[in-house]
């Protein structure tokens, strides 16, 4: 297959690789000034126990690509039309440091072409020979360059780039040191403006035993202490992580261990890609559910935003310097497709195949890369190399070699294509000198560098987005932190969604040193300036609340009503119409409902252990004793109008009134007792940030959607039986009345039920009350007070004789001998078989 990719370079000669094992990679292109490179394009080196270096590991594929990002910006001044740097070419010098400080130092002599000459020459106060190289660019973490600093400062040599530890800025120490990227010193600030402006008091921080991390952890504990935000907990772990180091096991045990006990609002990680990674890998095992906090070395990492179940470690904001594109520079990463050569460097196709005979639907798949060292079958579609390409670092090199070369026009007093210097011949601290002079803009990049070696650029302020339905983050950016400017947030963020704090810290003024957390505990809440802690309000339903106020009137007027039906029941307890609703039942049914509203008041003001365990079982005992007396009274109008003979004789054996009520509430008694005495409902402290709400819970879900269901269950029967008895001639409509009780019944506690287990708040027990007293209203209202009304108003109507002269008539009206043909038989009057059946 026709493949060759030109990756290092098309107008160099290829880097150099040895076969066997992966060496440093090495390319040189020339030119009338040479830049030097230094890019960790491997991430690791294999050392032995004595410290000597074996070989490089872990290709870093966007290294590769922000490698190419200063072949191509030197590629594109030495072939601009309108030139700078007229007459003049640039070339460079490129060295692979593996992550390395050693192999950065060597590869740092080695671009000073003899290490002899960083040597102290005989005569300690003879000048140092001049090197070849004049600036060189790199390296991207601050501990290489902080080594790389010290032997360039021996020779003038200008070092630009990216790494952000503050000690580079100690020019004392590193005179030549100069970045296009803020200093820690900024981000530390702007990591403190979010936490000041999330109204955050309680941090956590994570640094690494490097000159990135450590440094970086100092001045956050620093910032915290004068703000009198207190930090829960300082680790330092680390420079490198390894799985397979017992150190490393340690450390992320006792890590984890601290963040699993933390009320911590928000987590820093302060600390290299490689470290996060693995804590972060933890973080998604636990489900930590942490707001972490992302310093600009882990902020963009695609392989920590693409883990799956990122969303289970938390929300993650991170900080990250302006970000900018290369100008053309996609475009001529897309251009090397159609470019093909006989020389094939073996170090990319090793760690990345090659994808062969890839379908169109595979594509965006094959985007997301693995390193075939973590035993992935991934291979690369050299289409989606361009998805590698960042905004932030690949910008900063950007930035770098611009800066180089406005110092060199600066040098050369170059305009209009003409340079008033014509010899190309300088000396590494004049071009060091204007390069601390440079002041002009780059794509809207304002650049120019204090006395510090440090630029006046901002930060972008991002966020990982796991609500989408993708696999893996998406980084938006939310604002823009500036120097000595306040945060500024995008008008789309809503911060009061994003960010929520689980948990409610106040500082500790007992610990002078202002390093140690107090939680307000359960019962108490921070104060509004977070430095006292204020107890927390119980929260249930007052007596005075309206809603109470209303229910209580319907409860004292429910149980007046019942009150009246007993008396009125207990007057007339002789004629007709009382034994028409059972008799004697009628009064445990009045009772039952009494107690009903009685029960209704233990559902409202500040509940009790005991009003919450015995509220709801009683109210299904008493509720489902009222039903079984219904259901024994429709039962005894079923066998008073039964004309089949054959059906006549074991209705009449289950015409047990009694009987039937106590084994029909026995049988709900029984589960409510189990209820109580297995899983009871209790009282429930539902701690919330200001608030205790004390609330009933259920207890056992099954036994509570049990009782109910039992109860609903002899409401359904108890609606069939008077469905079916509205053919019969019912003078006081007792199977319509019941009909429609019952069927009130069904509908409210359908309606209840979902409303009830899904509900939270002090109005649960509000709905319960009004559900208990809209039941005990339809029995009290359809089913005995149309009696009080005939006891009363309709004395007429409650006669034997007008009972039999209706049902008379009924079945005359309908032609039926039936009852005649059974009363000759029994050798009874039909006045007599009518009384016994319904009024015995």
Known sequence: KMFLLWLFGSVMSVFHLSSGESVPVHTYSSGDIIIGGLFPMHAKTNKSTAGEWISCREYDLQMFLRTHVMIYAIRE?????????????????????????????????????????????????????????????????????????????????AQVYGSTSEVLSRKLKFPTFLRT????????????????????????????????????????????RKLEICIEFTEILPSHFSMNDSDTFNCLANLSKSINKSTAEAIILFTRQSNVEIIIERAIERKFNRTWIASDAWSTSKKISEMQNLKLAGKVFGFISKRNEVPGFKDYILSLLSRTTNATPEEYPTQYPLCTNQSEESKENNCQLTN????????????CLANYIDQDESYNIYLAVQVIVEALRRLFKCENQQCERRNTSFTAAELLMEIQKVNFTVNSTHIYFNDKGDPYLGYDILYWNTSEPTQHAHIT???????????????????????????????????????????????KHSAPLRDSCLNKTLEFL???????IILSAFNVFGIIVTIVLTILFTIYRSTPIVKSVGGYLCFLELFSLLTCFCLAFSFMGRPTKNSCMLGLPLFGITFSLCISCILA??????????????????????????????????IQLGLCVAWVYNKHPFLQHDIRTKIILLQCHQGSTEFFLAMLGYNALLAFICFLFAFNGKQLPDLYKNATLVSISMLLFLIIWIIFIPIYINLSGKYKRAIECAAILISSYSIL????????????????????????????????????????????????????????????
């Not at 429709?634 to 289950?654: E, M, N, T």
């Not at 007429?796 to 005649?820: D, G, P, Q, S």
């Open 633 to 666: 009274n429709l039962l005894q109008i079923l066998v008073g109008f039964s004309f089949d003979l054959k059906k006549d004789s074991w209705l009449r054996k289950l015409n047990r009134p009694l009987a039937v009520v106590s084994i029909v509430a026995g």
């Open 372 to 383: 075939h060292q973590d035993n992935s079958n991934h291979c690369l579609d050299l289409r």
């Open 181 to 224: 990227i803020p200093s820690d010193e900024y981000q530390t600030k702007a990591i403190v403006e979010l936490v000041k402006r999330f109204n955050w008091k309680s941090v956590a921080v994570v640094g690494s035993d490097d000159e990135y991390g450590k440094y970086g952890s100092d001045r956050l504990v620093d910032h915290f």
């Open 781 to 840: 209202g359809c089913h005995l007070a149309p009696k009080c009304y005939i006891m009363v108003c309709r004395k007429e109507l409650n006669n034997e004789n007008a009972i039999t002269e209706y049902i008379r008539k009924h079945y005359e009206e309908k032609n039926m001998v039936v009852w005649e043909h059974i009363c000759n038989k029994k050798n009874i009057s039909l006045h007599t078989y009518i009384f016994l059946q319904l009024f015995s």
């Open 477 to 523: 950016t939310i604002g823009e932190y500036s120097p000595n400017k306040e945060i500024t947030l995008s008008n789309e963020f809503d911060e009061n969604t994003n960010v929520i704090s689980t948990f409610d810290p106040i500082l500790s003024f007992a610990d002078p040193s202002l390093t140690a957390c107090q939680s307000c505990g359960k019962k």
């Open 542 to 548: 007052l007596w005075t609340d309206p809603f109470i």
């Open 77 to 157: 001044i030495n072939q601009r039309t309108q030139r700078v740097l007229p007459n003049i070419t640039l070339g460079y010098d490129i060295y692979d440091t593996c992550s390395d400080v050693s192999v950065a130092i060597r590869a740092t002599l080695q671009l000073l072409n003899n290490p002899q000459s960083c040597l102290l020459p005989a005569r300690i106060h003879s000048a140092l020979p001049e090197p070849q190289i004049k600036a060189v660019i790199g390296e991207r973490s601050s501990e290489t360059s902080i080594a790389v600093a010290r032997v360039l400062a021996l020779t003038s040599v």
